[in-house]
């Protein structure tokens, strides 16, 4: 019996700058991303508008962001970048990764904003390697610290992120606002 990823294309990973693959993008980014994926910066940013609940409009967020990145790259100093993986000529796997431009920590750092992967690739190393691949572009100009973050019920991304050798350094907590009712914890015994 022969070996069925002998017959498979090999992966490849770069920077993409290609506009014709914005529809690609746009599709994988949107069809494999659950409520669950949603995190404090999709909340504070324009994809959702609550925990566990997507904009009616994030195609057209999503498009955008994509579009910009398309556009980036490193020889212009522009802080977001988009990653792909590639088997043949199939995008199985896409990474948005933003830089920090100002320069203000004690560290260089980036963020690894998404990582998106085709169903079908999920669990095969490719997740590992464009994480890597990343990881090892970023080293290779200076950046010291990759920083990412996951939704708090999206389990399986945090086990894969940690079995990567990422560590929690906080937890994110929301409280809203507009609430017509206050609901305050009276554990601590501030209020007589």
């Known amino acids: 019996m022969k070996n069925a990823q002998a017959n498979s294309p090999a992966i490849s990973f770069s920077w993409c700058h ?101 169903p079908s690739v999920r669990g095969s190393g490719i997740g590992s390697q464009l994480v890597e691949w990343v990881a090892d572009e970023l080293r290779s100009h200076g950046i010291a610290r990759l920083f990412l973050e996951c939704g708090a019920h999206n389990l399986t991304a945090q086990t894969f992120f940690q079995g990567r050798g990422f560590k929690q350094v906080s937890v994110v907590m929301l409280r809203e606002l507009d609430a017509m009712t206050s609901a305050v914890d009276d554990k601590d015994g501030d209020r007589g």
């Open 18 to 118: 290609d506009a014709t693959a914005e529809e690609t993008l746009c599709k994988l980014y949107l069809d494999n991303v659950s409520a669950d994926y949603i995190s404090h910066s999709e909340l504070q940013g324009e994809r959702a508008d609550a925990p566990g609940n997507w904009r009616a409009d994030l195609p057209e967020v999503i498009r955008g962001e994509i579009r910009a990145a398309l556009s980036h790259d490193w020889a212009h100093g522009d802080s977001t970048l988009l990653a792909v993986a590639t088997s043949g000529e199939t995008i199985v796997g896409m990474a948005l990764v933003s830089i920090d431009t100002r320069q203000r920590a004690s560290k260089s750092f980036a963020a690894l904003d998404d990582l998106v992967l085709l």
